[in-house]
Structures are given as structure tokens and as C-alpha cells.
């Protein structure tokens, strides 16, 4: 991939992406909500800062304009600002709100703009959508990512379904447990799914690697830990068994609390 942008590129998965990319020779922009980090990420790589919301459509709208002009033109657009908020049915609208706005719609946003410029142009662009394995499964300790997440998968396999014929190759990149900031603030606050995560954590820079892999061909489910594949097996054609499971995993940890 010749012009690249990452969205939640300041840290974590995004700064890997960016990273790896850069140093296959790409130009990359470089864009997080955080402006500090974005020019720290993009000064490291000889990158492009374009510190935005991913939530907010007038950021992503500059966001792709600015890059469009920078690179002329982009080849890969990595949608991958996320948010994690620890909750359950009472997590206030707010919270719901802003981790659909940033889950689910910055996605919307990021193809509202795109793609009059990408379809049907000849030759194929990618969009790599980072969703988290819990677009394919669950997550305990937190709906609003459960949800948003599911969301988020949904809204990339409609895309793949829809536009591939046209020139769009969609790729959902789904992670388990990576050693990012978010992981480290579950542990903190002692998050179920933090610790079960914690285990089998990767370094950002494993699941980078696997992405650039990846997007070397055009399968639809990038899953870095390969285990979630069985997971997800189990939880399509034994729905009962998988949640009996989940359900006793949650049980344990109330009963450490207790």
C-alpha cells in the first residue's frame, strides 16, 4: 500500500499500524483525537499528522480531504479508533451514545466520504475496519463495547457484501487481547474480560504484522489469535454451550469479588 491513513493512530494498535506500514515504505497519515501523540507517531515515521474526532463527520471529512491532497489520493484507510467503557444496562445514554458514535458511526463516516472517490475507479482500495473479538464473540464488563462492536462487524460485512463487485475490498481485523492502554485500564479497574484477556495478550506490533500480512490478499476476518476462529465456531452451532460458558466465567469472577 502506497498512501495509508490510521485513525486512532496516537497509541496501541493504530501507532503499530502506522508504524509497520511506514516502514514498508508507505506514506502514512497519522490521525488521532489526541494532537500530541499524533505528531509524535507521525514525526517518528516521517508521517503526516491530522489530528480529528473519528466520531465527529466534519473531522473525518477534513480528515480524508487533507489526506487525499497530501498523498493524491489513499489506497488504505485503516478505521481503527475504538473506545471501551466498563458497564452494564445501566451505563448512562451518554456513554452509549459516544461509544456508538465512535465504534460504529466513525465507520459510516469514514465511507460517507470515501467512496464517491473510490468506487468504481478501477483499481481495488481497502478498508481495514479494526472491530476487536468482540465483534465476533462478546465481552464481559462492558455492553456498550459488546454491542458497538457487533455493530461495527455488521456494518463491514455489509460493506464487503455490497461494494465488492465495485472495487472495495473490506477487511475486520479482530484481536483479542492486546497490551494497550484499554487492556491496562480494565486491569486496573479489575475488569473480568481484562484479566482473561491479559493472558493471551499480543504487542501491538503482532497484530500490525498479521494485518500487513493480511491485506496481501482479501479474507474477509483477520484474526490474530487464531483460537477466536474456533470460538466463534462453537458460539454459531452450540449458542447454549458457548453462552453456559461465558456465563460460567462470569460467575467465577463474582465469585473472586465476593
Not at 226 to 236: D, I, T
Request: proline letters at 3%.
Amino acid at each position: 500500500m502506497r498512501r495509508v491513513v490510521v485513525t486512532g493512530a496516537g497509541g496501541g494498535i493504530g501507532a503499530a499500524l502506522a508504524r509497520r506500514f511506514a516502514a514498508d515504505g508507505a506514506s502514512v497519515v497519522v490521525s488521532d483525537l489526541d494532537a500530541a501523540t499524533a505528531e509524535a507517531v507521525a514525526g517518528e515515521i516521517g508521517g503526516l499528522a491530522v489530528p480529528a474526532d473519528a466520531a465527529n463527520e466534519d473531522d473525518t471529512r477534513r480528515l480524508i480531504e487533507t489526506a487525499w491532497a497530501s498523498l493524491g489520493g489513499i489506497d488504505l484507510f485503516c478505521s481503527n479508533a475504538g473506545v471501551l467503557t466498563a458497564g452494564d444496562e445501566n451505563t448512562p445514554d451518554e456513554a452509549w451514545q459516544r461509544d456508538f458514535s465512535v465504534n460504529v458511526l466513525s465507520h459510516v463516516y469514514v465511507t460517507r466520504h470515501l467512496l464517491p472517490r473510490w468506487l468504481d475507479q478501477g483499481e481495488p482500495k481497502r478498508l481495514l475496519v479494526t472491530v476487536s473479538a468482540a465483534g465476533l464473540l462478546s465481552i464481559l464488563g462492558s455492553a456498550t463495547y459488546a454491542v458497538t462492536k457487533h455493530g461495527a462487524l455488521a456494518y463491514a460485512e455489509w460493506l464487503r457484501a455490497t461494494y465488492a463487485h465495485r472495487g472495495l475490498i473490506v477487511q475486520a481485523l479482530c484481536p483479542q487481547g492486546v497490551r494497550t492502554d484499554m487492556l491496562t485500564r480494565g486491569n486496573e479497574r479489575d475488569s473480568a474480560s481484562a484479566r482473561l484477556l491479559a493472558e493471551g495478550a499480543l504487542e501491538p506490533a503482532e497484530v500490525a504484522e498479521v494485518a500487513a500480512k493480511a491485506i496481501e490478499g482479501e479474507s474477509f476476518l483477520i484474526l490474530p489469535h487464531p483460537e477466536v476462529a474456533e470460538y466463534y465456531r462453537l458460539r454459531a452451532t452450540d449458542t447454549d454451550r458457548w453462552l453456559g460458558g461465558m456465563n460460567k466465567i462470569q460467575r467465577a469472577f463474582e465469585g473472586d469479588r465476593a
